[in-house]
């Protein structure tokens, strides 16, 4: 399992995210028909650690989490329980045996999207993982 389908895995088994989008989570694009509210992943930059023998397999991914509401108070609330569900989050992340994970969010903001319309968040994660 890689870490895009083990976060994928954990948003979509959070109760408190799946209560508000069930399963309307998506890589990079949602679909233009899209029910809202739904969130859409994508990973932004993946710095790798390495070590004086070569790469170390320890990568920390930063995914961008945005999430699409028709209301400022149904994206905050869907902000909050995305934060909840990650933040701090250490174990096995993903079906089992699942991907070992230490996850923070590093920033969050909000926004408006005219062309939608619709109110929206993004949220970015650092997920580290050992990398297979």
């Known amino acids: 399992m890689n870490i895009e389908e083990a976060l994928y895995y954990h948003l979509s088994h959070t109760a408190g995210v799946t209560a508000l989008v069930s399963t309307r989570i998506y ?49 905050r609330g869907l902000a909050n329980a995305v934060r909840a569900a990650l933040d701090g989050y250490s ?22 999207s005219d062309g939608i319309p619709a109110y929206i968040f993004r949220l970015d994660v650092i997920l580290w993982h050992q990398e297979t």
């Open 27 to 75: 890589p990079l694009v949602a679909p233009q028909d899209a029910a809202r509210p739904y969130l859409v992943y994508q990973r932004i930059s993946t710095p790798r650690v390495r070590s004086h023998s070569g790469p170390s397999g320890l990568a920390h991914p930063r995914f961008q989490i945005t999430g699409v509401a028709a209301s400022y108070s149904a994206a």
């Open 91 to 112: 174990g096995a992340m993903g079906s089992a045996p699942g991907v070992q994970t230490a996850a923070f969010v590093d920033n969050e903001n909000d926004g408006y």
